[in-house]
């Protein structure tokens, strides 16, 4: 290690998962050279040699990729870039090459005006302290040196092979709408559904860093209003969309309603617990009350866990569990897989269980418990006085004899239903979402949760009072 000319980052794109920001405002090519340097220094001190590299679509990322691969080799690293797709490739490659770890240059389902980087090594993901300190490295300028190699090693045909062996499926040939939103799981995807029974319909197929379509992004319903019209005209039996960089998945059914993370969770978990009886399913703190009940009823053991990609993968290596989801779209499989998020395996296993099954996915959803909730709501709040608003509600709360979970934020459950209230780990933002079991007992819920805001002097924003989903 040695000590040299240092690199400081714009505070700003150090995040908690990632590091992320602004082309040519708060992220620049340099940085993404010092990131290489401090990486790969990092890699040298636990002894590691390789690292794969991979990249989306954006119209920054080649050059970004450029500059992250000249910075590990000149640590000492060997490169083996795999090439364009998406995030979960490049998980597929730390895994199946021999390789320390990796780096992806991605800006996921952020505009087209920003890029990042998401980190792994040994097997899990690079976040919270250990970015901090890749940080700390490149400010202090303290970089081992060297002269490693660049190989090109692509991996797409080996991922997509990996993934289309998973599927299993029955008699029904299936019609599926896919939407790639222009993301890095387009090419990807045109080579998947070549291998999958059934028809298929392709949207937005084409890899475009400017997503001139639609935001791709299969959390906001407006992004899915495209695809709801394709499964309609189509007839199809669903329909699949992705975001920027393919570890989040959007479900709509053959009725062009949307299927929220925490509602299709619901099959996964049943196909798992039906081979794996009493199997321990993951949950993050914002999903639906009825997942956890139902996860329960069927004889597995749920857990809610905080939200977080990269916090939800810990959890699930630490307990070994064979399946985790989160509301927003990540679904994690260690059951026959490696324990990422990645949505284009978890589209393979959703379509294998509808296939085998007697029922429609429209069929399935009306099967689900009827509640009422809010989407997630966001509303900005000063990034000193989130966490310390959290604190207070549950100081309140305690004081009140509240029903509550602390394991992420303030998750109260009252003979209504529930609300949630955490701080954001990425932005200067509060999070908040409620389920009541009708209308009016999800209007006194938040009617609770307000005055909590009020009495902490947060005014809940207008989106708040908007209209909620069934």
């Not at 400081?8 to 010092?34: C, K, S």
């Not at 690292?51 to 990322?61: C, P």
């Not at 604190?391 to 459950?413: F, M, P, Q």
């Amino acid at each position: 290690m040695r000590t040299g000319e240092g690199h400081v980052f714009d505070p700003t794109i150090l995040r908690e998962y990632d590091i992320r920001g602004v082309v040519g405002q708060t992220l620049y090519e340099a940085d993404a050279h010092a990131i290489g340097r401090s990486f790969g220094s990092i890699v040298a001190e636990k002894g590691g040699k390789r690292i794969a590299v991979g990249r989306d679509g954006r119209l920054s990322s080649p050059a970004f990729e450029r500059a992250l691969v000249d910075g590990l080799t000149a640590s000492g690293i060997d490169v083996v870039r795999i090439g364009l797709g998406p995030t979960p490739m490049l998980y597929f490659a730390s895994h199946t090459l021999d390789v320390t770890g990796g780096i992806m240059v991605t800006g996921s389902h952020n505009p087209p005006t920003h890029n990042g980087f998401k980190l792994v090594l040994d097997h899990r993901s690079f976040f919270g302290a250990e970015i901090q300190r890749l940080g700390a490295i490149a400010a202090a300028g303290r970089f081992s040196t060297g002269k490693g190699s660049v190989v090109e090693k692509p991996v797409l045909t080996d991922y997509v092979k990996r993934l289309a062996a998973d599927y299993r499926g029955g008699p029904r040939a299936l019609s599926v709408v896919w939407d790639a939103g222009n993301g890095a799981t387009g090419e990807a995807l045109q080579l998947l559904v070549k291998a999958l029974p059934g028809r298929h319909a392709l949207l937005n197929e084409t890899i475009d860093g400017r997503f001139p379509v639609h935001h791709p992004d299969p959390t906001e319903p407006k992004n899915l209003k495209q695809l709801q019209q394709t499964v309609l005209q189509e007839k199809a039996d669903l329909g699949i969309a992705f975001d920027g960089d393919g570890d989040r998945i959007g479900v709509v059914d053959g009725q062009g309603r949307i299927l929220w993370g925490d509602q299709f969770m619901i099959l996964l978990a049943g196909e798992i617990i039906a081979k794996q009886p009493g199997a321990t399913i993951i949950a993050d703190v914002k999903a639906s009350q009825s997942l956890f009940d139902e996860i329960k009823r069927i004889g597995g053991t749920p857990l809610m866990w905080k939200t977080g990609h990269s916090l939800i993968k810990a959890k699930m290596a630490e307990i070994h569990a064979p399946l985790a989801g989160e509301m927003s779209g990540h679904i994690f499989y260690a059951d026959g897989y490696y324990g990422y998020d990645d949505a284009l395996y978890a589209a393979v296993r959703l379509l294998g269980i509808i296939a085998r099954g007697g029922d429609s996915l429209a069929a399935l959803r009306d099967r689900m418990p009827a509640v009422v909730n809010t989407p997630e709501l966001r509303f900005p709040c000063a990034e000193d006085r989130k966490f310390k608003v959290v604190d207070e509600v549950r100081a309140r709360l305690k004081a009140a004899k509240a029903d509550v979970a602390i394991v992420d934020g303030a998750r109260v459950k009252t003979a209504d239903g529930w609300w949630l209230l955490r701080a954001s780990n990425t932005q200067d933002v509060l999070v908040a979402r409620a389920e009541g079991r009708d209308q009016a007992a999800l209007e006194r819920l938040k009617g609770s949760l307000a005055e909590q805001l009020k009495a902490s002097g947060i005014t809940p924003p207008p989106e708040f009072y908007g209209r909620e989903s069934v």
